[in-house]
């Protein structure tokens, strides 16, 4: 009898918790880049999008303070990654990365009220959007490459959920290989 019990009980989950409950599940894991990746998408970025924006919200910031927002723009390009960084929480960046992570670049680029906060709030979207499409068309394909175990174990496609370190060490061997070739930072950029 208590089985039945116990069985009905489960039964009972609100129709709005399950599909909470599938649309968590199903989300795609997406963990950062590391740091000069994503300020590497900054500075290739910088000039054909957002200095273009900050000079359209505020048309009268001067060179010096363009190059002022541009550290703005990089602070803002791995916030969402402060907690994956030695001694910090956590749980921060597991919020901004899964969590009404569209809410919070929104409420950036809608709170912020000079050109260093709209600067910075642009740097985080920067964040967003490189995780949103650079996982899913490098890191996730490049860790099975380099860890065929791996592949035997998880397929042609490895996200950070399967296997964090391999994931990170991926991650950290692309900022290597582009620092070593001279990839980071355009001729264009004048930093």
Known sequence: MKVKILSRRVLRIP?????????????????????????????????????????????????????????????GSIIQDLGDYPFSNKFF???????????????????????????????????????NSGHSMATNLAVPLLYPKLRVKFGNLITYADDPFSHLKTEFGFDVFQAAKGRYAPDGYKG
Do not use: M
Not at 22 to 42: G, Q
Not at 94 to 118: A, M, V, W
């Open 93 to 131: 960046s597991e919020l901004t990365h899964y969590i009404r992570t569209g809410d919070f670049i929104l409420s950036l680029i809608h709170n912020s009220q000079d050109l260093n906060e709209y600067a910075f709030s642009l740097g985080a979207l920067a964040h967003y959007a490189a995780d």
């Open 15 to 75: 129709p709005t918790v399950c599909v909470g409950l599938l649309f968590l599940l199903s989300v795609p894991a997406a963990r950062p880049y590391s740091v000069l990746t994503h300020e590497a998408i900054i500075d290739s970025v910088w000039d054909g999008s957002i200095k273009v924006l900050l000079l359209e919200r505020f048309p009268a910031a001067t060179p010096e303070e363009l190059i002022e927002a541009h550290a703005y723009a990089y602070g």
